[in-house]
C-alpha cells in the first residue's frame, strides 16, 4: 500500500525566511503529486501538482516543489514566506487506482 | 460557479443514532471520495466512488455506509456502529487531466457526538 510521510508537523518561521517542507511516498509505480493547503477557517484547496513532465513545478502564491524520483521525494519550497502563508499544508500521492493517500499535514506558523 | 456543496457545517448526534452528510457536486466529476480528518492524522479515506452505483471501502469504512444514485451527490452515512464519529469530515471530487487528477473539497463537516 502507498504511503506518505511529512517530516515536518509544526514549522515555526519569521517572514521573510526560506521554506522547505518535506514529503516522502512509498508507491514503486507511477505516480501523481499534489500539496494542498488549509488556510485557517478555510477549505483544502490544491497547491500545484507533478504529472508528468519537468520535475521542477510551480503553483500559485509562489510555491514550488521539486519531484526527485529517485528520493521518492515532492519537497515544497518557498524563498520567502509571509505572514498570510500561515496554513496547514499537506502532501498527497495519487496512483492509477485513483485514491489519493495524504500525509499526516504540516502546521506552518509565520511571526510577523 | 463549479464547487462542492457539504451540509451541514456542524452536525451533533447522540449515542445510537445514524446521521447521513450530504455531498453535492456541479463540476462533472466521475469519481468522489469521503475522506475523515482528525488531528496529527491527516485525511483517512473512508469510501470512494467513480462512477454512478459503484462505490469502495476505502481505509476506515467500518461503521460508514455510502450510495452514489447521482453523478452529483455522495453523502455518506455515519451508524451507529462506528465506535469513535467526532470528527471532521470531508468529501471531495477528482478532476481529470487538466487539474493532474487533483481534488476538489468541500468545507467539511463537523460531527460531534453528545
Known amino acids: 500500500a502507498q504511503s506518505v510521510s511529512q517530516h515536518n508537523h509544526h514549522v515555526i518561521l519569521s517572514e521573510a525566511a526560506s521554506l522547505e517542507l518535506g514529503c516522502n511516498y512509498s508507491?514503486?509505480?507511477?505516480?501523481?503529486l499534489f500539496w494542498y493547503v488549509q488556510y485557517p477557517g478555510q477549505h483544502l484547496q490544491l497547491l500545484l501538482k507533478y504529472f508528468s513532465g519537468d520535475p521542477l513545478v510551480k503553483g500559485i502564491k509562489g510555491f514550488e516543489a521539486e519531484f526527485i524520483k529517485s528520493k521518492f521525494s515532492f519537497n515544497l519550497r518557498k524563498p520567502s514566506v509571509q505572514w498570510s502563508d500561515t496554513a496547514e499544508y499537506f502532501c498527497?500521492?495519487?496512483?492509477?487506482?485513483?485514491?489519493?493517500?495524504f500525509g499526516d499535514g504540516t502546521t506552518l506558523t509565520v511571526k510577523p | 460557479d463549479g464547487g462542492i456543496t457539504q451540509s451541514p457545517k456542524y452536525l451533533f448526534r447522540k449515542e445510537g443514532q445514524n446521521v447521513t452528510l450530504s455531498c453535492e457536486q456541479n463540476?462533472?466529476?466521475?469519481?468522489m471520495y469521503w475522506y475523515r480528518q482528525d488531528p496529527g492524522q491527516g485525511l483517512r479515506l473512508i469510501y470512494y466512488?467513480?462512477?454512478?452505483?459503484?462505490?469502495q471501502k476505502g481505509d476506515i469504512a467500518e461503521g460508514y455506509s455510502v450510495s452514489r444514485e447521482k453523478k452529483e451527490s455522495f453523502p455518506l452515512t455515519v451508524t451507529s456502529a462506528q465506535k469513535n464519529p467526532t470528527a471532521f469530515y470531508l468529501c471531495?471530487?477528482?478532476?481529470?487531466?487538466?487539474?493532474?487528477?487533483?481534488?476538489?473539497f468541500g468545507s467539511g463537516t463537523r460531527l460531534t457526538v453528545v
Open positions: 463540476l462533472n466529476h466521475d469519481a
Open positions: 508507491y514503486g509505480g507511477t505516480v501523481n
Open positions: 498527497a500521492v495519487n496512483t492509477n487506482a485513483g485514491k489519493s493517500t
Open positions: 471531495a471530487s477528482r478532476g481529470g487531466r487538466d487539474l493532474g487528477y487533483g481534488y476538489t
Open positions: 466512488s467513480q462512477i454512478v452505483n459503484d462505490f
